[in-house]
Structures are given as C-alpha cells and as structure tokens.
C-alpha cells in the first residue's frame, strides 16, 4: 500500500531509523505507525545481533559524580570507529549507562565488567541494559560493548578526570577539611597523575600481601639468576622493592608537575589535609 511521506517522516524522528527503511516497515503494517516501529525494532535488533562479533577497539571512557560528590561512577564504552565514539548518540548512550549505574542501589560500590550489569532494567521500563545497547548497535550501525565500569560511594568526596577526549578516565575518593577551589586544584593535579603515571595502588599498606610476597620472590630470583651472593640478595630485593613503590605506588610517585617531590610530600606540604583513599584508572583499550 501507499503510504504517507509524513508517517514516514514521523517514523523516523521517533526511531532513526533511515527513510527507506521506515517506509518499508510503514508498508508492511499498512500504515500503523506503532506496528511499524516493532517491525523496525525487530529488524534492527536481527542485524545488531550480526554486529557483535565485530572488533570494539574505538570508544569512549566517561564518568559521572553526583552534586554533593558523595556517589560517582566510570565506565568505558566501546564502539569500532573513532568517528562514532564521537557521534552524539554514542555519548547519549554513555551518559543514560552512567545515570542507570549511579542510580541502582545494587551497583554501589562495585567494579567489574559491563556484561555484569547487562541484565539489569532500566528504571521504569522492562528495558534491560542489553536491550538499549542492541537498539544503539541497530540505529547507529556500529558493534558496541560496555566492557567495564566502577561506581564508588563515599562518606568523604569524589573527583572525577577525563583525559584526552575520552581516552583516559579516573575516579578518586578523597578526604579534606572542606572543598575549597584550592582543595579541588589539589585532586585535579592528583588525578592527572594518576592518568598520567598508571599507579596501582594508593600507597604501601594497600599493596595485598599476595602482590608483595610475588614481588619479592620475582626479585629474589632474578638476584640469584645474575650470581648474586646469597647473603647480599636481601639487601638487593629492598632496594628494588623502592623502585617497585615509586613505579606503582601513588604516594610514592614522583610529582608530575614538580619530580623533586613525591605525591606524598606534596599533599602533605599543602596543609590542606587532603588524603586520597582509593581510585579507579580506566584508559581506553582495557588498561
């Protein structure tokens, strides 16, 4: 049947759909209008399904703090192309992942991969998370993947970076007498370092036993593979155990913006009373 160019036009504000594709759907339900958008949802969702094995390589890392800086999360989203990790819809997608996460009591203070969540519904819809993902595969034509997020609430206060475009995210939790703007540039400065410099761990005591105990037995073998002296090797490990904080740890790091000075004799300098007390590095491509 003939259908009307206006319906068509209709279809597709209210789907996305291309203009050929809604007028085949419109056709196919003899013009009604919410029977062609299940047809279009069908479809659409059949060649989403074709696209998921597709390489996500291209993407975006993207975080959201709540007003008080009380609730926050981070997540990295995935698509094949850089073209569409900056397309609008792309980044409406991450901002309505990141509204769901921080707003399910469920996800609060969890980290883990975004196939995790997959199945959780979206507020006020039978909707799940999987299903919005699939719907944004069909419309903007790419495979995406959510493949990791970290949500953190706290009683003290949360600060979120993102680095180049999108490329590198933190989230970090932080201490201090108030939330001064010269408190804000501290933790700003502290978590570009933390994108910058890939710690691990915020300072020695939160190393776990099981990663120390491993470090020095790395060390140790390595020692005796050179032919050092058994009664030296000790005195060996410690001393690379130092170059192992000031890689790995925050607080041990060198400052970036002033390398004659530790993160740890800068926060300590500032008489700010700031103190950070955990963080989540995402950068784009798993690391």
Do not use: W
């Not at 160019?5 to 056709?27: H, I, P, Q």
């Not at 003899?30 to 659409?44: F, N, Q, T, Y």
């Not at 400065?189 to 776990?208: G, H, L």
């Not at 036993?209 to 050092?228: D, F, T, W």
């Amino acid at each position: 049947m003939a259908v009307n160019m206006a319906d068509v036009k209709k279809l597709r504000e209210m789907t996305g759909a291309g203009m050929l594709d809604c007028k085949k759907a419109l056709e196919e339900a003899g013009g009604d209008l919410e029977r062609a958008k299940e047809i279009l949802r069908v479809k659409g969702l059949a060649r989403a399904e074709k696209k998921a094995g597709r390489e996500t390589k291209e993407g975006i890392i993207k975080a959201k703090i709540s007003e008080d800086r009380k609730k926050g999360a981070l997540i990295e989203l995935n698509c094949e192309t850089d073209f569409v990790a900056r397309n609008e819809e792309f980044q409406k997608l991450a901002d309505t992942l990141l509204d769901h996460i921080l707003s399910v009591q469920e996800n609060a203070n969890r980290e883990g991969e975004g196939s995790d969540i997959l199945s959780q519904k979206l507020s006020g819809s039978d909707k799940t998370l999987e299903d919005l993902i699939k719907e944004a595969i069909a419309k903007i034509g790419e495979n995406i993947r959510l493949s990791r997020f970290c949500r953190f609430d706290t009683e003290d206060y949360l600060h979120s970076y993102i680095h180049g475009a999108g490329r590198i995210g933190v989230l970090v939790e932080f201490s201090a007498k108030d939330l001064s703007d010269e408190v804000l540039r501290l933790v700003q400065d502290i978590a570009m370092q933390i994108a910058a410099m890939r710690p691990e761990f915020v300072s020695i005591d939160t190393i776990p036993e099981e990663v120390l105990e491993r470090e020095k037995r790395i060390l140790s073998e390595q020692a005796r593979q050179e032919g050092k002296p058994e009664h030296i090797i000790e005195k060996i490990v410690q001393g690379k155990l130092r170059r192992f904080y000031e890689e790995k740890v925050l607080l041990e790091q060198a400052f970036i913006k002033d390398e004659e000075k530790k993160v740890k004799d800068v926060l300590k300098e500032s008489g700010l009373g700031v103190e950070i007390k955990r963080f989540c590095r995402f950068e784009l491509g798993g690391l």
